[in-house]
């Protein structure tokens, strides 16, 4: 009876158990050794590859590249670092620049070619921070840097000047030499590639350089391009040798106007490039002046002429002598007046009449005329075309039948001499001068198209530099998502799955168990964890364990 009765108690008495379910930590110490060994391996991995891609973030060690700038330059430099997405920092306060340093020499050639850093040029400032106790040299050589320094900045500031050096030589005056050494004054000019300097821009720069310098002469101011050529006058006493920019330029603009008349009166005739010309001239560039004095014949008629000048001369000279003759009113009555031409060879005066004395008398009159003069000066132009050569070159007539096969074939000779013609007639042609024109006939070569580049495109080198560049970010992140995906996220998902309990199945505990514990629901997992959970039900509650099986083996009988 109480057997009887001990089943329906039992059975009245029967409460749900649920285990305790354990926490992250367990779970995951409870995972496999694989697991645990795949899980710390995909860590590992991940951390190595933010550890690669932190030290490539990183440039590293830096280095200086340039110090002591001025603001100006530094300003410049760090505009250019910017366009060139070079990473930067500033030290000592901003007057340094540092950069990586394994990019230390090439930014430095490409600041190089970009004409950086210019340089800072001081000038009279010098003067602000005088020390103590300087003597009369330093102060002079301060003076005179300062005055080069002012002189570069205004030099400077022209347009067609990239960079300048003024060169001063200022001699020590001393009032014991009777002789006193005068400055003199260099100018080294950098010009912008393409520009050049005409002659009113070099003469005001030395008339800006002698005028800053006391005493000092325009002609001892020498100035010179980068490429060392004097474009300042040469001195006294040294004639210049060739011709200067602007009388090249001059050369160069009448060769070319000549060339563009024989293209434009030529192409209509035989076509668009269908021909080539060339014109050389030989201008004369000498200063000539020319003095010339013509006189007019004299007048026939003296009365006719202006009288510029007379001068007579007149002298007498007596010799008194014994009285002779007889004596009365005839021996003493005065001489004749005397008679002389105007021009002529001087005559004697007649001696007194009646006189015993000889008188000696000479009369010289001296009369200039104004003559007539003209005076003609001549000066020849400067640039006069002395000669003038013309070679043009004309390619073969071309010409399409009807089924259309293209035909080449030379110009005729009447053909080329109509061209000549039109040529000497464009040109100016003079025989007189010795002028020369040549117009041939000639096929012109077909031009030879560029040869395509068969490179295949994953040898072009803008993909394989791109490559590189991705390369070991795309490596790094491939290995990333390999360790989350296939290591970590399988081993974190057996870790974080719950224990779901088995459908249906009601665990009975017995009669000393305590009345809160409830069977345990079970569901059908996989093999392995269903396999797990029935172990740890059994360490844990083997009563139950026991009852069950007794269930099993009481149905099945």
Avoid: C
């Avoid at 005066?349 to 010289?364: F, K, S, T, Y």
């Amino acid at each position: 009876m109480d057997n009887a009765l001990a089943p329906a108690a039992s059975a009245s008495l029967a409460t749900p158990l649920v285990p305790a379910t354990p926490g992250f930590a367990a779970r995951l110490s409870a995972l496999p050794a694989k697991s645990k060994l795949m899980m710390a391996a995909g860590i590992a991995a991940l951390i190595a590859v933010l550890a690669a891609l932190t030290m490539a973030g990183n440039p590293g060690d830096w280095k200086v590249l340039y110090a002591n700038l001025s603001d100006k330059d530094g300003g410049a430099i760090l505009t250019q670092l910017s366009q060139m997405n070079v990473p930067y920092k500033h030290a000592d306060g901003g007057s340094a620049i540092l950069v990586p340093a394994d990019k230390v020499h090439d930014v430095r050639l490409k600041l190089a070619s970009a004409g950086l850093p210019k340089g800072s040029v001081v000038g009279f400032e010098l003067m602000d921070n005088a020390r103590f106790g300087q003597t009369q040299f330093q102060e002079r050589l301060t003076f005179q840097r300062g005055l080069e320094g002012e002189l570069t900045r205004s030099i400077g500031a022209m347009a067609a000047v990239q960079s300048a050096r003024v060169h001063l030589a200022l001699p020590n005056q001393n009032g014991f030499f009777r002789e006193q050494q005068k400055p003199s004054a260099s100018v080294m000019l950098t010009l912008h590639p393409g520009r050049t300097l005409d002659r009113s821009q070099i003469a005001g720069i030395v008339h800006l350089v002698s005028s800053s310098v006391p005493e000092l002469s325009p002609k001892a101011v020498s100035v010179l391009d980068q490429t060392g050529s004097l474009l300042s006058q040469a001195p006294d006493g040294q004639a210049h040798q060739g011709l200067d920019a602007q009388q090249l330029q001059y050369v160069a603009q009448v060769e070319g106007n000549l060339t563009r008349r024989i293209v434009d009166l030529l192409e209509p005739v035989v076509g668009r490039d269908n021909l080539r010309a060339n014109v050389t001239a030989e201008l004369d560039f000498s200063q000539v002046e020319s003095t010339a004095e013509e006189f007019r014949p004299n007048q026939g008629d003296p009365s006719q002429a202006a009288v510029r000048s007379q001068q007579t001369s007149e002298s007498n000279q007596s010799t008194p002598g014994a009285p002779a003759g007889v004596p009365g009113a005839a021996s003493n009555q005065p001489p004749v007046p005397a008679s002389a031409p105007i021009t002529g060879t001087a005559q004697a005066l007649q001696g007194a009449q009646g006189g015993a004395g000889a008188a000696n008398g000479r009369r010289d009159r001296t009369t200039n005329y104004e003559v007539d003069k003209t005076v003609r000066v001549t000066r020849n132009a400067v640039g006069q075309v002395r000669r003038l050569n013309a070679a043009v070159v004309v390619n073969h007539k071309v010409s399409t039948d009807a089924k259309g096969k293209t035909k080449s074939e030379a110009l005729s000779a009447e053909e080329l001499d109509k061209l000549t013609a039109l040529v000497q007639e464009s040109i100016g042609f003079s025989k007189e001068r010795g002028d020369s024109v040549k117009v041939i006939n000639a096929p012109f070569k077909a031009a030879v198209a560029p040869k395509e580049d068969d490179t295949p495109l994953y040898r072009q080198p803008w993909l394989v530099d791109l490559l590189r560049g991705a390369a070991m970010p795309a490596a790094l992140a491939l290995v990333a998502l390999v360790a989350v995906f296939g290591f970590i996220r399988p081993a974190l998902k057996a870790a974080t799955t719950p224990v779901v309990p088995l459908k249906g199945g009601q665990l009975d505990v017995v009669a000393d168990d305590p009345p809160s514990a409830v069977p345990l629901q079970l569901e059908a997992p996989r093999m392995q964890e269903q396999l797990k959970n029935a172990r740890e039900l059994a360490k844990e509650n083997p009563v139950a364990v026991a009852n069950i099986v007794r269930g099993w083996v009481n149905k099945d009988l």
